[in-house]
């Protein structure tokens, strides 16, 4: 079976091919981040004018890369949310084109859903897990069970991981997007320099607005080197986001955790959230966690074969 996988829902527009007998990926991803770091962050008037400009030739090339002929394609899925309206609707509609025209059947696919399944393509792994979007617009856990239902257990009450990564770089003067400049910038500070407070360390659902403005404060106070300031950050979104993931392992008993979404690809945090949650922590690939056309492949095969298709009932990840 050959799965085609649309994304648009953001920046990047992404199309993947995966082939099922092979368990081969082929994609393609065309990137506006030089066009909006012109302005400091998306701009999605923007965006939907790039993706339409793009997409043929992304799903061409894509479809090179992998020698798949538009023939072979047995199914189709795309982002139908979470993400700029715009956006999505280039996908959408240039995805049930070529439902239409091949006629093969098109799923919507979810896309926090698809950043969390796709941690199985390179781990073995099978739920029921815990699934965590940590990137630029959510910051959510849910519990995936066996059947592929979610059920949202904790998310921001206000500003996203990666929004508070771009919001404190942008006050250092880095430049859009902040998340890899704080990291590069980290290396070379001292993570135990300032003592950042954990917020609603009673609460299972997380708040960045306030860890935010204080360390927004100590940029401006001028006492601390960028770099010390940088680690000291990083520490507290590790020690933020394992305070709340041991309260879900608490609540629901499954130790298997799933941790995905744009700043996943943060190495220091790959390598030291494993150390302090009290559960299995399975990363996608660096590549997989941006946003990409094969995790959208992918979940489609998934759900296709657990005959979950476009608006069903009780996935709690449907209201996000
Ligand atoms: O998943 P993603 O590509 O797009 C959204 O759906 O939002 O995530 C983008 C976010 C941005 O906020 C960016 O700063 C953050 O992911 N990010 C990082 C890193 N790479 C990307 N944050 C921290 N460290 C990184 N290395
Ligand atoms: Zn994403």
């Known amino acids: 079976m050959i ?22 990926f082929f994609s393609c991803t065309s990137s506006q981040i030089d066009i909006h770091s012109l302005y400091g962050g998306v701009v999605p008037e923007i965006a939907s004018r790039n993706h339409t400009l793009n997409i043929r030739n992304i799903f061409n090339e894509a479809l090179k890369l992998g020698n798949i002929d538009v023939k072979d394609i047995n199914l189709i899925g795309v982002t139908y949310s979470p993400g700029l309206i715009g956006a999505l609707f280039v996908g959408v509609s240039f995805a049930k084109g070529i439902s239409y025209g091949l006629n093969v059947p098109l799923i919507g696919i979810n896309h926090l859903m698809a950043h969390i399944l ?10 029921p897990y815990l699934g965590m979007v940590i990137s630029g617009g959510h910051t959510h856990i849910f519990k995936v069970d066996s059947c592929y239902n979610f059920y949202l257990l904790a998310k921001t009450l206000d500003d996203a991981v990666g929004e508070t990564f771009d919001k404190v770089a942008k006050y250092m003067g880095l430049p859009y997007p902040g998340g890899p400049e704080i990291e590069r910038l980290a290396v070379s500070g001292n993570e135990m320099k300032i003592n ?13 607005s306030g860890l935010k403005t204080n360390v927004i404060n100590t940029i401006q106070f001028k ?75 992918y979940a489609t095969y998934k759900l296709y074969r657990k005959k979950k298709f476009f608006g069903f009932g009780d996935t709690a990840v449907d209201s996000v």
């Not at 527009?13 to 092979?22: I, L, N």
């Not at 950042?196 to 960045?208: D, L, Q, R, T, Y």
């Open 196 to 208: 950042f407070p954990i917020a609603m360390k009673n609460e299972i659902n997380f708040s960045f």
């Open 3 to 24: 799965i085609c996988g649309i994304e648009t829902s953001c920046d990047e527009t992404s199309v993947g091919f995966f082939d099922t007998v092979e368990r081969k």
């Open 223 to 297: 006492k601390y080197k960028l770099e010390d300031i940088a680690a000291s950050f990083q520490r507290v979104v590790v020690l933020t986001i394992a305070d709340k993931i041991n309260k879900a392992i608490k609540l629901t008993g499954i130790k298997d955790v799933v941790v995905s979404g744009g700043v996943a690809c943060n190495g220091y945090i790959r390598d030291s959230l494993r150390n302090v949650v009290d559960g299995n922590i399975f990363f996608p690939t660096k590549k997989l966690c941006t946003d990409n056309g094969d995790m959208i492949a």
């Open 118 to 127: 796709s941690a199985e393509i390179n781990n073995d792994i099978e739920p």
